[in-house]
């Protein structure tokens, strides 16, 4: 640093003169300067009273500091930065100020907050430059800054701007901080901070986030009070909260009070009822809500309907979903890579995997990208179709696309192997696995586990469990159910018996999976007088048997011709709200079916349908192949047209049940038939009779 021969005095003298001489308020020479002003670089103080001179000229003033604030070896000081936003603030320059905020908070010179709350600054000046802190805070979603400059403000009896208060309540929404947004609200009402509509419906949503929903209510009343009236976002929040509490009416009385109000309703009002119905299976409702939306005007989005189509694949009506796709399309909507991986998972989940190619050419010429999850979901389908060598070439092709196998495609290929009884190549993945720097999880792990017991190597398991164990995964209840399936499944139930114990000892308790497992092992080595045991005792532990577990039991005494009992089962599920499936009335029909009792069996067939259940492709074929056996043939035919004309392929178990009871003479021309009814039209009907 320079020796300067003059003083302070001078210098300020020096400085101010040559600001009214040159006129620096437009000019760009402003930034050649004389040597005088070097000494505001490093003299803080200096700086602070030349700012004070020319404060009623804050253009002037803000270039000067950013000049100086600019130059190497600047010193920095809080009393120099409140000098200039005390100046800008007075002369209404906020974006400036602003600015400054910005240059005080990347300094780190937090202090400059102390200063303001212990009155360097006059009050409304303090209040308005603190305020700004809390803005630019917030925007950077530095919560505990927000809450440090909050609280200082209200102790020194200083009152946030309650746009400001909105934001800081929207970071601890986005940052799950629950208690601490409580806090915040309580604090506003306390020092009289008056909530806006944003704070309202901001606390709603953290109510409704947090299944709250009462709580959110109460908010609702209070707002109403508060005579601060409830907008389109209010009831939207709320219809969401109680639609994910599954307050399904609930949901649609505040679509009515919105009607009633003038209010404006639309795909974020709808969508997530429509959802909430989806998730529930209430796929009907669904439908007849987007159905409504579109009457109240309401567009239905991408999104309702990729709801739509998930809602249907998972009932296995890839047909009916595709409709939907199609419907989407019409209305000039583009379906995104979610809608297209949906759809490829309900062809997948039927065993359709030429129709999942298809898609999968389809998204790419509409010029989407296929995803890990899009290959992953058609692996599956492999996979289950017994085509591991054609899931393994979807991993290669995958990778040459650029997309990396993640946890789950492993996952799924050891699957498929140790299904496939593959158990070397299940390993062989797995290690590959590992080599890719990928971390089994627990569901890599369990799955793994899950295929060696199924090939009866329970030694190798317990292996992998150990091994698992000290990867820090610790047998959890599902790891403890894998072990219960496929030990009882091999025979051994005692010791599948004597590994609840073993749970309950290591502090976790058996569920419905773990009963139903057992159960089921009890009854398919026919023991079922164990197997009621084991459900009395499931029931007195309070454990809620699902559907599986009534469709296990009710398949056993069905399948032994113990219909009293079956149909027992079938009612008590029934009265405890457990609704039957497809599963379970195939099962009846078929026990029904195997002791000749084929108009009890076409009673159940007619409740399914009624009750909107649709038939798949076993329950014809189970009636099918009993027509078959009674020699209806009539009846045969307009069993495999209905299944047909409902979109339900057949399989090669459908074409035996057919096929089973002619002479080989014979079954040629049967298959000429089916083939006209398959692809045959009327103007040919004569024809195929002759060949009949």
């Not at 306390?190 to 299944?211: A, H, K, W």
């Not at 009710?554 to 009293?564: F, S």
């Amino acid at each position: 640093m320079r020796e300067n021969p003059f003083s302070d005095s001078d210098i300020q003298r020096l400085i101010l003169n040559k600001i009214e001489e040159r006129g620096w308020v437009t000019e760009e020479e402003f930034w050649v300067v004389p040597d005088c002003f070097h000494s505001l670089i490093y003299d803080s103080d200096l700086l602070v009273k030349i700012l004070s001179s020319i404060r009623c000229r804050p253009r002037v003033a803000l270039r000067l500091f950013r000049w100086a604030e600019g130059q190497k070896g600047f010193k920095y000081s809080e009393f120099s930065f409140c000098t200039i936003l005390d100046i800008l603030i007075q002369n209404g320059w906020v974006k400036s100020a602003y600015w400054v905020v910005e240059r005080v908070i990347s300094s780190n010179m937090h202090k400059v907050v102390d200063l303001l709350v212990d009155g360097y600054l006059n009050l409304k000046v303090s209040v308005e430059i603190l305020n700004i802190f809390l803005r630019i805070y917030t925007k950077n979603a530095n919560v505990e800054l927000c809450l440090l400059v909050f609280e200082k403000m209200l102790r020194n009896e200083m009152l946030p701007d309650v746009k400001n208060c909105n934001r800081i309540l929207r970071n601890l929404r986005d940052r799950n901080l629950v208690a601490k947004a409580r806090e915040v609200y309580k604090m506003m009402g306390e020092f009289g901070i008056m909530p806006t509509i944003i704070t309202y419906n901001t606390m709603l949503d953290l109510f409704c986030r947090e299944g709250e929903v009462e709580q959110a209510l109460d908010l609702l009343s209070e707002m109403e009070r508060r005579e601060c009236y409830p907008n389109d976002v209010t009831y939207n929040i709320l219809i969401n909260g109680l639609s994910k509490k599954g307050e399904f009416n609930h949901a649609r009385g505040l679509i009515g009070e919105m009607l009633n109000k003038g209010l404006k309703v639309s795909a974020h009002t709808y969508n997530p009822l429509i959802y909430g119905y989806c998730v529930k299976g209430m796929v009907v409702e669904a439908l007849s809500l987007g159905e409504e939306m579109e009457v109240r005007g309401a567009s239905p989005t991408v999104s309702t309907y990729n709801t739509f189509i998930y809602a249907l694949c998972r009932q296995g009506q890839a047909s009916e979903a595709r409709y939907w796709f199609s419907v989407m399309l019409k209305k000039n909507l583009v379906p995104d890579i979610m809608s297209y991986n949906t759809l490829i998972y309900g062809y997948c989940r039927l065993g359709d995997i030429n129709e999942a190619f298809s898609l999968l050419h389809d998204l790419r010429s509409r010029g989407l990208f296929p995803t890990v999850i899009t290959y992953n979901t058609i692996m599956d389908g492999l996979c289950k179709k017994g085509n591991l060598e054609d899931a393994k070439q979807m991993k290669e092709e995958m990778m040459r696309h650029g997309i990396s196998p993640d946890v789950f495609t492993y996952t799924i290929l050891v699957h498929g192997s140790c299904k496939a009884g593959n158990l070397p190549m299940a390993k062989e993945l797995f290690d590959e696995m590992l080599q890719r720097g990928l971390e089994p999880d627990c569901i890599a792990y369990t799955t793994r586990i899950a295929g060696v017991l199924s090939l009866g190597d329970i030694l190798n398991a317990c292996k992998l469990q150990e091994e698992m164990s000290t990867k820090g995964f610790p047998p959890n209840i599902i790891i403890y159910n894998v072990f219960v399936d496929g030990i009882a499944k091999l025979g051994n139930l005692e010791e599948a018996t004597e590994l609840l114990q073993k749970m309950v000892g290591d502090g976790l308790m058996p569920d419905h999976v773990t009963y139903t497992s057992i159960i089921h092992a009890y009854l398919a080595f026919g023991n079922l007088k164990k197997a009621r045991e084991l459900f009395d005792e499931m029931i007195s532990k309070d454990i809620v048997p699902t559907v599986v577990t009534y469709t296990v039991l009710i398949h056993a005494h069905a399948g032994k011709g113990r219909h009293e009992l079956a149909h027992m089962y079938f009612s008590e599920m029934q009265q405890k709200s457990i609704l039957p499936n497809v599963i379970t009335f195939n099962t009846l029909i078929n026990g029904l079916c195997k002791y000749r009792r084929i108009n009890e069996a076409y009673s159940f067939f007619a409740e399914m349908k009624a009750r909107g259940i649709i038939p798949n492709k076993y329950t014809y074929t189970i009636l099918i192949n009993e027509n078959c056996d009674l020699g209806n043939w009539q009846e045969v035919l307009r069993l495999f047209k209905e299944m047909l004309d409902n979109g339900i392929q057949p399989d090669s178990f459908t074409y035996s049940a057919m096929l089973k009871n002619l002479g080989r003479d014979y079954k040629s021309h049967a298959i000429e038939y089916l083939d006209f009814i398959l692809f045959g039209d009327e103007g040919d009907e004569g024809t195929a009779e002759a060949k009949s």
